[in-house]
C-alpha cells in the first residue's frame, strides 16, 4: 500500500518554505527552502518583488516534486501559510499592484496608523481586538495607493501572504479567520467582517468582498490548475487546502491549543501568544482574536523585531549570520557590562531601536550581547503581559528560526523562571500547513506533530535575570516617552509626552 504525502507551503516574512511529510509517520520525505530579498525603501518601505514571489515558489515545488520522484503521484492534499497582514493587493489585471508585495514590517503608514489611533483607537479595539498599526493591509494600502485606490483599479483584491499562494495555485480568492482577525478586520465577538474596520480604513468603497468568503482552515478551497502543475512540477487536481496564519499553523503542528501550551516565535516578529477560553472583561493585551471557534480566543502580545535586531546587527558588524552574532555574545557575560539594547529596530508602540549606556570600554562583544539579551527579555516582556492579564502561560514552547541554537532558548528560559520546549524544526508553519491538507483529506493528523525537547534555565543566574527584567522594562517604560517626543519632532509638529506603558518587572513563577 503506497504512503500518502502531504505539502505544506509558507511564504514566511523572510523566506519561502515547501515540505512533503508522510502522513503515516509524519516524516519529512522533501523539503526546499529559499530566502526572499526584500527592498528597503526610504522612510522605512519593505517590499516584496512579484516577480520573486514566483521564482520563488516554483523553485521550492519544483525542489520538492524533484526529491520525491515518483511519489510524486502520491500526494493527496496541498496547505499554505505564510506571515500575516503587510499588503498583497491585485489590481484590474489580477496581478500584485505595482508589481509588489508589502511586508507587514514597514512602517511608511506609522503616522496614518497613529492618526487613526487617535481618532478610532478605542472603538477598533472594542470592536476588533486591536488597536489600528502600520503592518495592517488597509492601513497600507490607504497610505500607497490613496482613497480611490477601488475606483480606480489599482487595488481590485486585498490577500493575505498565505491566500495569494492558494491564488497562483488554484486561481481562487478567499481567506480565513485567523488572518483577517489578526489583521483586525473582523468583530471579535462574531467573527464576522467589521463595518467599522471597513469605514475606517480611509479607502472609498473597500469592502469585505475584496477578500473573498472566510473559509474554515483545514477545507478546499480548489485544485492545482494544470498551468501551475506544470510550471511546479507537480500532478494537476491536488486538493488544496484553507490554511492559516503562520503563528496559528505552527501551534497547530506541536498540537498547542491541546496540550494547552503558550507560544514564543523567535523569528523577525517577535510573537508570544496563547489560545485560551472567551474571557470577559477582555484582557488588556496587543491582540484577541478570533480564529473561528466560538467560545476560544487566540490572545497575543507582539513587536514588529525579535531575531531581525540580531540580522541587523549582523549585517552592521559584518558577520556571516544570527549565529555568530550569538556567538560573539556568548563570549561575553550576561549583561554586557551595563550595556543595553532596546530591540525594536522595525518599529515598536512608542520606541526605536538603539543603545543606552554605551561607553568606550564596551566591545563588539558587548553589544552584541547587548542586543540577544534584549531579544529574549523583550519576549519575557511579552509574556509576563500575558501571564498579568490571568492568561495561561506557565507552560511554553519556543518556536521560530532562534529556537534551533539552545542558547537563546536557555536565556529566555531564564528570564521566564521556569523550564520551556523547544521545537528545533523551523518548518513548523510548513508542517502546520501540511495538517491543513491532513485535516481536508480526513487524514488522522496526531503523527504529525512536531517533535519537541525541554530546555532548563541555569538556576545560577537566576537572580541576575529577575534583575534585569526589572531594569529592562524600566527603560522600555522610561524611553517611550522621549522617542515618541522625537518622533513628534521630526514631523515637525512636538508630540505630547505620553504616560509610559507600564508592564510587570518581576519573573513570571510557574502557576500552580
Not at 124 to 130: F, P, S, T
Not at 134 to 140: E, K, L, N, R, Y
Not at 274 to 289: K, S
Request: some cysteine; proline content about 6%; aromatic content about 4%.
Amino acid at each position: 500500500m503506497k504512503t500518502q504525502l502531504l505539502i505544506g507551503i509558507d511564504l514566511g516574512s523572510s523566506s519561502l518554505k515547501a515540505l512533503a511529510l508522510e502522513a503515516a509517520s509524519g516524516r519529512t520525505v522533501a523539503l526546499s527552502r529559499i530566502p526572499l530579498q526584500h527592498h528597503r525603501l526610504p522612510g522605512g518601505g519593505c517590499e516584496l518583488g512579484a516577480s520573486m514571489i514566483h521564482a520563488a515558489l516554483s523553485t521550492v515545488l519544483r525542489d520538492v516534486a524533484h526529491q520525491l520522484g515518483s511519489r510524486v503521484a502520491d500526494v493527496r492534499g496541498i496547505g499554505c501559510t505564510g506571515h500575516g497582514a503587510g499588503l498583497y493587493a491585485l489590481d484590474d489585471r489580477s496581478e500584485l499592484a505595482g508589481g509588489r508585495a508589502v511586508a507587514s514590517t514597514d512602517q511608511r503608514a506609522s503616522a496614518r496608523a497613529e492618526s487613526l489611533t487617535g481618532t478610532h483607537g478605542a472603538q477598533l479595539r472594542a470592536e476588533v481586538g486591536c488597536q489600528p498599526w502600520p503592518g495592517q493591509p488597509t492601513v497600507i494600502a490607504a497610505e500607497l495607493m490613496g482613497v480611490s485606490a477601488v475606483r480606480s483599479g489599482a487595488l481590485r483584491r486585498l490577500m493575505f501572504a498565505k491566500d495569494y499562494v492558494v491564488f497562483l495555485l488554484t486561481g481562487e480568492i478567499a481567506t480565513d479567520a485567523s488572518d483577517a482577525s489578526t489583521a483586525g478586520l473582523l468583530s471579535v465577538t462574531t467573527g464576522n467582517w467589521s463595518s467599522t474596520a471597513f469605514a475606517a480604513s480611509g479607502i472609498a468603497e473597500l469592502s469585505p468582498q475584496a477578500f473573498g468568503p472566510l473559509v474554515g482552515s483545514g477545507e478546499v478551497i480548489g485544485r492545482l490548475q494544470a498551468r501551475a502543475a506544470e510550471a511546479h512540477g507537480l500532478p494537476a487536481g491536488i486538493p488544496v487546502a484553507m490554511g492559516a496564519i503562520d503563528l496559528l499553523a505552527s501551534m497547530t503542528a506541536i498540537h498547542a491549543q491541546e496540550r494547552g501550551r503558550a507560544v514564543s516565535v523567535l523569528g523577525t516578529w517577535c510573537v508570544n501568544a496563547v489560545i485560551g477560553p472567551v474571557v470577559e472583561p477582555r484582557p488588556d493585551v496587543v491582540a484577541v482574536v478570533n480564529f473561528g471557534p466560538h467560545d476560544r480566543r487566540l490572545y497575543m502580545e507582539n513587536s514588529p523585531s525579535s531575531m531581525a535586531n540580531i540580522a541587523w546587527l549582523a549585517g552592521v558588524l559584518g558577520l556571516p549570520d544570527a549565529r555568530a552574532v550569538v556567538d560573539l555574545a556568548m563570549s561575553v557575560p550576561f549583561g554586557a557590562a551595563g550595556l543595553r539594547f532596546l530591540p525594536f529596530v522595525n518599529g515598536g508602540t512608542g520606541v526605536s531601536a538603539g543603545f543606552v549606556g554605551l561607553q568606550s570600554h564596551h566591545t563588539r562583544g558587548d553589544m552584541a550581547r547587548a542586543v540577544v539579551d534584549a531579544v529574549a527579555a523583550l519576549h519575557a516582556r511579552h509574556i509576563a503581559r500575558l501571564a498579568a492579564a490571568g492568561l495561561p502561560v506557565s507552560t511554553s514552547t519556543v518556536l521560530g528560526g532562534g529556537a534551533s541554537d539552545t542558547r537563546l532558548v536557555g536565556l529566555l528560559a531564564g528570564l521566564l523562571g521556569h523550564p520551556v520546549e523547544r521545537c528545533a524544526d523551523d518548518e513548523t508553519g510548513a508542517r502546520g500547513a501540511a495538517i491543513y491538507a491532513a485535516i481536508s483529506q480526513d487524514i488522522d493528523t496526531e503523527p504529525l506533530r512536531a517533535p519537541c525537547d525541554t530546555v532548563e534555565p541555569d538556576p545560577r543566574q537566576a537572580s541576575a535575570h529577575a534583575d534585569f527584567n526589572a531594569t529592562f522594562n524600566e527603560l522600555i517604560d522610561t524611553m517611550s516617552p522621549v522617542f515618541a517626543h522625537l518622533a513628534g519632532r521630526s514631523r515637525g509638529t512636538p508630540a505630547p509626552l505620553p504616560e509610559p506603558v507600564t508592564a510587570p518587572t518581576q519573573r513570571v513563577e510557574v502557576l500552580p
